[in-house]
Structure formats: C-alpha cells, structure tokens
C-alpha cells in the first residue's frame, strides 16, 4: 500500500476550507440585494427641491393689484414688479384686469315706452326687445294699454294707468291728456322725472312723473319741446304745445308752463313765469331775481354780466317801449342783468 505524504493532505484540507469560507462570500457580494455605494439611497418628494426663492420678494409669473386699475406682475428675476395699467372699462381683481358688471343679472328696465331690456346673466350687457303694439313698458314690465307719451282720455286707457290731465284730471289749458308713469319710479333712458312740485302747481294734483326728453322737437304735433323742471335741474321734454314757457305772453296761468301769468309786469305783455329760490333755480336763459319784491324767473340779457349791453330778447326783432335791461338783485346774492319793465 503506497502512502500519502503528510504535508499533501494538509495542502487539500485547507484548500477546501478557503474554497467554503472565500467562495461564499465572493458570490454574496455580488448579490443584486446588497446595495451599491454608488447608487446611494431613493429621495422622497420633500427631497426634490425646485429653484432656490431665497433672496426673491415674489414669486416669478404671479401677478397682483396695486390700487383698482393696476396690475403689477412678478418679473422672472423675483426681485421686481411690472406695472400695467388696465383700460379705463376695467378694474383689477385678484392680479387680473377685469370688466366689472354694468348691471345685476335678471333686472330690467325700460329702454324707452314701448321697449323692455334684460340684464344678461353676465352682467356685461342689455339685451333690448320690444312690447306688443298693445303694450306699454313701465317699471320694466311689459303691461296691456297705451304706452308713456301717447294721447289718452282716461286712466284705464294708459299701461300705467295714469293719463295726466285725462278725464279724472280735466285741466284747463287742454283738451287732451297723455299717459304718465305716476311717482318715478323707474324712468325710460329717454326720460327724466318731472317735478311736479316745482311748476304747473295745483293744475297737476302736485305729483311726480316720468317726462320724454326731446331735441326742439316733439313726434306729438300738439306738443312742445319745453324746458321743465326735474329732480336734477331742468331737462328739455315733451309737453303740452298750448303752454308758453318762461318769458312768453298769457292771459292766465292756463297758458303758461310755469303755472304763473304776471299781468301787471309789462304794458303791452304779461309775462310766464313762475316763483324761484336758491333751491329752486330757473331754466337756462332766465334767471331769478327780484321782480317788484317777488323772487321770480324772467329772461337773461346777453350772458347777464352787470356790464352787458345785449337787448331783450322780448325787444326782438321789434324794439319794444315797455320792455329794457337792467341789474336786479338774485335769490343768491348776486346781480343779474334781466328782462325787466323801464
């Protein structure tokens, strides 16, 4: 039997002893489960940081309002704003030029008698249409009967059921009434509120109403494009052709839209006219002064300067005898030079 060396036996028993303890671990390091020191550890969101903002006063692209009318937008640099002024339609809300709404939603109003407009659901515009042949718009509703400004004979004939100086009214200086919307309280966009209180006293019963405006001219032939008195001052308006204005001719208060006939001012004339204060001014080309110790409208000379030298207009085209300018204290102090008796 031939025998083994020793020392070849010890060679083989350590080589199996490296080949369990340094092959394992070889092949455990090369495990896809270890992790890598190059791949490093995932991040979380809160990780992933976007540009640094330290240092900026805004943030870029955003946009507020400095005042009501002014955009200021954060330049990309955020440490500077743009100004931009919106259009002179529009206001800024929340860093945005914005048109604000002209009206609510779902109201309406008369645009004119025989015209009702509703407020779109936007708030950005009217939207105008008409009432029937037999309607009249009042208050912004489309009701049955004569529209504002039409002849009428009696109330019932009217969609506001109020014919001014009709049968129920009988006013002296005509035979003919039209209808009105009583008390004002909405009026057409071609129309102001009359002020009954201030003229045709006791000949109206003293109440307010909704008057067409008019430009010199009237579509009603019998009536007239007068100067009258509203809420806000005087506006030209369609009234009744039989009155005088301020300054005309009468021979009773019938004739005169003032509800005032001086018969004692002048010779050859009486004079339409009616009372006035500081809180009740006179039309354009008349003024208010002291007329033999009454405080009443009467025609302007010129521009009224003290130191004028224009006629009266009463003095046109014929000079008259009975009529001259002269300076007249008004109810508010002052001097004004006027239409007055030598």
């Known amino acids: 039997m031939k025998r083994v060396p020793l020392i070849a036996i010890l060679l083989f028993v350590f080589a199996g002893c490296a080949e369990g303890e340094f092959g394992n671990d070889v092949e455990n390091k090369t495990d896809s489960s270890i992790p890598s020191k190059d791949m490093g550890s995932p991040k979380t969101d809160g990780e992933m940081k976007g540009p640094d903002l330290k240092g900026m006063i805004c943030q870029p692209g955003s946009a507020i309002c400095e005042g009501e009318n002014t955009v200021k937008t954060c330049l990309a640099d955020g440490l500077s704003f743009q100004a931009t002024p919106c259009s002179s339609e529009q206001g800024c809300e929340l860093g945005v030029c914005k048109t604000p709404p002209i009206c609510n939603p779902g109201t309406k109003k008369c645009s004119d008698p025989n015209t009702i407009s509703s407020c779109r659901a936007s708030g950005e515009a009217w939207v105008a249409s008409s009432c029937t042949t037999e309607q009249g718009c009042v208050n912004g509703t489309c009701l049955p009967g004569k529209a504002d400004g039409i002849q009428c004979a009696a109330n019932d004939e009217c969609a506001s059921k109020t014919c001014h100086c009709g049968a129920e009214e009988q006013c002296a200086f005509t035979q003919n009434g039209f209808c009105v919307s009583k008390g004002c309280e909405q009026c057409a966009e071609n129309a102001f509120c009359f002020d009954g209180q201030k003229t045709l006293a006791g000949r109206i019963n003293g109440y307010d109403f909704c008057l067409q405006t008019c430009d010199k001219v009237c579509e009603d032939s019998s ?24 300054g005309g001719d009468c021979t009773s208060a019938d004739d005169c839209v003032g509800g005032v006939c001086r018969r004692d001012y002048f010779r050859e004339s009486n004079l339409c006219t009616r009372g006035c204060d500081e809180n009740s001014p006179c039309p354009d080309g008349t003024g208010c002064v002291d007329l033999n110790g009454v405080f009443q409208c009467t025609l302007i000379c010129g521009d009224g300067s003290a130191i004028g030298t224009q006629p009266c207009p009463l003095d046109l085209p014929e000079d008259r005898f009975d009529v001259t300018c002269k300076n007249r204290p008004t109810a508010s102090g002052g001097v004004l030079r006027v239409c007055v008796v030598p």
């Open 223 to 246: 009536q007239k494009c007068h100067e009258l008195p509203s809420k806000t001052g005087f506006n030209l308006g369609c009234y009744f052709g039989s009155l005088n204005a301020i």
